[in-house]
């Protein structure tokens, strides 16, 4: 993390254009003087299924009386629970449901936004899913990223015929869903109660095929070795890892696809599990912290939680956090500040995003995101839970906050 004391920056037309000490700043036409506070980068939540209806309170309330989230799911609770209220709600109602989540990250800091299908599970549900997500983004100052999670779960129309929703996904929705630009990127629930390697397998080659980036759900209930799968796709991003191995990490570090750790989901599930937090930091690669907010295995709309979690639960040290949250989350989405320099092993859909603004980074060129912070020492931001030391936002050079 670098630092710089007694910083100024200078943004223009919603972008970064000069930074440094302010001793030598170049003249503009308006100055704010911050008094000496601290400023990061705008944070990113990198993996959220925040639009969703209702809530499972219930499934939280049988987990605390020793039932399992495997259990749950098994018999016909857990996603499909959440899919059964989705499908129901009209878009009004799910954008209504969906809007005070996404205010309460803002009201942290956050300025970017991945947001996933995955309870619709139609056609027609998916897209509804994905247009509420889009509407979000017109409506808050923020960047909203979409992600097509139809695998994951299979849905009853579907049952016992995993293959057969694999390839209606791959073959008809997903090149449905990118026509009309709602897709960014493509993700899967690779897990013994979700997806297997070779239906994933089937899933990104049509993403690939269609040039839109993967990302994956993998080794978060039991390995099952799909990281090592998603690394061969060039995925953005392999998110949960509780069981992840030191090969894992070095495959993600090889294909540079990053880490996306979910504490607030290990924390709602009471796991015991920890992702091979030594083996990613020696690998050299970063590691991203997302809140996962969904409602199931993490009901959390604090991104500042997800990084005191990330902290106490998995060991990261306070930047590491910072970094996670911001420089890490931002490649995860394929918007990093050096996204651009990846080189010939990039995929397609990685170079479209690299001509999009990219962010996570104070950096000249790079979106003017950022936040002024109510704190005297940047460990500040993990260490406090449940008060919010945001003092202002400034998202593409304004102020929203
Ligand atoms: N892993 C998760 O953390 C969420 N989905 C997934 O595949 C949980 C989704 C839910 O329980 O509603
Ligand atoms: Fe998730």
Redesign the pocket.
Same mark, same amino acid.
């Given at each position: 993390m670098a630092v710089v004391e007694h910083g100024a920056l200078v943004t223009r037309a919603g972008s970064i254009d000069w930074i440094g000490e302010e001793a030598s700043a170049p003249a503009a036409d308006q100055t704010v003087d911050l008094a000496g506070a601290w400023v990061t980068p705008g944070l990113i939540d990198c993996?959220t299924?925040l639009v969703?209806a209702g809530n499972?309170a219930g499934e939280y309330a049988e987990r605390l009386q020793g039932a399992s989230?495997e259990d749950i799911?098994r018999l016909g609770g +857990?996603?499909l629970?959440?899919m059964r209220a989705v499908r129901v709600a009209s878009e009004q109602q799910l954008f209504d449901e969906s809007a005070p989540r996404l205010e309460a990250l803002l009201a942290e800091g956050v300025t970017t936004v991945e947001i996933?299908s995955?309870?619709g599970l139609t056609l027609a549900g998916e897209a509804k899913m994905l247009r509420v997500a889009r509407a979000l983004g017109r409506e808050y100052p923020v960047t909203i990223k979409t992600t097509l999670?139809a695998a994951?779960?299979v849905p009853p129309e579907f049952s016992d015929r995993a293959h057969d929703y694999i390839a209606t996904i791959a073959d008809e929705w997903l090149p449905a869903l990118h026509s009309d630009s709602l897709v960014d990127a493509v993700d899967v629930?690779c897990?013994g109660i +979700?997806f297997n390697i070779a239906q994933a397998e089937r899933l990104f080659a049509a993403a690939k095929e269609l040039g839109v980036p993967v990302k994956m759900?993998a080794e978060?209930l039991s390995r099952t070795g799909g990281t090592q799968l998603a690394t061969r796709f060039d995925a953005l991003s392999c998110?949960?890892l509780e069981y992840a191995t030191a090969e894992d990490a070095v495959a993600l570090a090889r294909a540079r696809t990053m880490p996306v750790l979910?504490p607030i989901?290990h924390y709602c599930l009471g796991g015991k599990q920890i992702p091979p937090i030594a083996a990613f930091r020696s690998c050299g690669g970063g590691m991203a912290v997302a809140t996962?907010c969904?409602?199931?295995?993490?009901p959390g709309t604090s991104l500042l939680l997800a990084m005191s979690m990330a902290t106490r639960l998995f060991g990261l040290t306070a930047a590491e956090a910072l970094a996670g949250v911001t420089r890490h989350a931002a490649r995860a989405l394929g918007l990093g500040v050096e996204t651009g320099a990846v080189g010939s092993s990039a995929q397609a859909g990685r170079a479209a995003n690299a001509r999009r603004a990219r962010c996570g980074e104070l950096a000249v060129g790079a979106a003017a995101d950022f936040v002024v912070w109510n704190v005297s020492a940047i460990e500040e931001l993990g260490y406090w839970i449940g008060f919010n030391p945001c003092r202002q936002v400034i998202r593409a050079g304004r102020v929203v906050s």
């Open positions: 993996h299924h969703f499972r989230y799911a +857990g996603i629970s959440t996933k995955g309870y999670l994951h779960t629930f897990e +979700g759900h978060q998110d949960h979910l989901a996962d969904n409602p199931g295995s993490a």
